[in-house]
């Protein structure tokens, strides 16, 4: 098993920037995905970012240019930095990953949730 959790959301203006992180622990054998997803009231939840285990990365088409996915693989950690913040950005961002453990076997995974919150 594995357990992710997520850290970073917080209150910020529009135009301003923000940081999240996660972490897995448990019993790891290997990380294929990593990435983030949000979900705003009253909508379904949705992709914002993933990042491979080799490095490959895909945006959602409303943050690319904005949003940097990047992972720190001996660390089992992964980032979203956030530049120029728009209030359509706010919700709770979840982090994810598609882990393999031992005894286990691959599975997905989520994070708790973390609110950001962007103020016009």
């Known amino acids: 098993q594995a357990q992710l959790v997520e850290s970073g959301g917080s209150l910020v203006q529009a135009g301003g920037s923000l940081r999240l992180s996660c972490a897995a622990f448990?019993?790891?054998?290997?990380?294929?995905?990593m990435g983030w997803y949000r979900q705003a009231p009253g909508k379904e939840r949705e992709l914002v970012a993933t990042?491979?285990?080799?490095?490959?990365?895909k945006y959602a088409d409303s943050v690319k240019g904005r949003f940097t996915i990047s992972n720190d693989n001996a660390n089992s950690t992964w980032y979203l930095q956030m530049n120029s913040l728009k209030p359509e950005d706010t919700a709770v961002y979840y982090c994810?990953?598609?882990?393999?453990?031992?005894?286990?076997?691959?599975?997905?995974?989520w994070g708790r949730g973390t609110q950001v919150t962007v103020s016009s």
């Open positions: 448990g019993s790891i054998f290997s990380i294929n995905v």
């Open positions: 994810y990953a598609h882990v393999d453990t031992v005894g286990t076997g691959p599975k997905n995974y």
């Open positions: 990042i491979t285990g080799s490095g490959t990365t």
